[in-house]
């Protein structure tokens, strides 16, 4: 506590023995006053100095929250870039895969147009053929015709009780919109009544062409009105085509009949 000068200058007037007693009153009172004024301080020192460790403690807590998610990201960066390379690899894998599945389409590409290529060429190669047997067959067709018109007649009125009036020739005779060239075409007469006789001359007939020869036979009877008789002649008739064209009730001659 500060003393005054006027205070200091009363106790020179006191006594010398009540003045050493009053001063170490005031040392005494200003040595209380400094440490009550430092435990105090202290007290304030202390409860900052807690508060800063609670602080300290909860920054600490913070901190170590703050790095466990750090670390928490730093893993999951390391399972993001682990994926990203997985995926950079399957990538890769992928785009390997459409290359050789591009190329693998341009070499099936190529061989489909060598493939195309080779079947124009057996297609041009089968035309040929086709046509050289259509020719081969067409010859032996009209030698098989030629034999007929002298040798059916006969074999007609022997065979059927047919006589036939003038001559069996080849001619074309309108079918709806079409000309159809019929192999034997020529009338006579069974028991008295006028009939038209219609052939079909093939090497080996097939049901196809017996189906077809039988639809002219139909429409050719039905619109010159007049009873037809069908008749097939070839050099061969398998097995079945004999039971097929003997259901329809069709006649038919083998080639080596004619010879006589």
């Given at each position: 506590m500060p003393v005054s000068v006027s205070f200091i200058k009363r106790l020179e007037t006191v006594d010398p023995q009540l003045r050493g007693v009053?001063?170490?009153?005031?040392?005494?009172?200003?040595?209380?006053?400094e440490e009550s004024v430092t435990k105090k301080e202290f007290n304030e020192l202390r409860d900052i100095v807690k508060e800063l460790a609670e602080a300290q403690k909860k920054t600490e807590a913070r901190v170590d929250s703050l790095a466990q998610r750090v670390e928490e990201l730093a893993e999951a960066q390391k399972r993001t870039e682990a994926r990203v390379e997985e995926l950079a690899e399957a990538q890769k894998k992928t785009e390997a895969r459409v290359n050789s599945l591009a190329q693998r389409v341009e070499e099936l590409a190529e061989a489909q147009r060598k493939t195309e290529e080779e079947i124009r060429i057996l297609v041009k190669r089968v035309d040929a053929v086709e046509e050289r047997l259509e020719g081969i067959s067409h010859s032996v067709g009209y030698s098989l015709e030629n034999r007929v018109?002298?040798?059916?007649?006969s074999i007609l009125r022997e065979r059927y009780g047919i006589e036939v009036d003038g001559r069996l020739v080849r001619k074309y005779v309108p079918v709806g919109n079409k000309n159809i060239q019929i192999n034997i075409y020529g009338y006579g007469k069974k028991n008295g009544k006028r009939i038209l006789i219609l052939g079909e001359c093939?090497?080996?007939?097939?049901?196809?062409?017996?189906r077809r020869f039988e639809k002219y036979v139909e429409k050719i009877g039905s619109d010159q009105g007049v009873e037809i008789f069908p008749i097939v002649v070839a050099h061969d008739f398998p097995p079945a085509i004999e039971e097929f064209l003997r259901e329809e009730k069709i006649p038919y001659i083998w080639s080596y009949e004619l010879e006589d």
């Open positions: 009053l001063i170490a009153m005031l040392e005494e009172i200003e040595r209380q006053r018109y002298g040798r059916l007649p093939k090497v080996r007939p097939s049901r196809n062409e017996i």
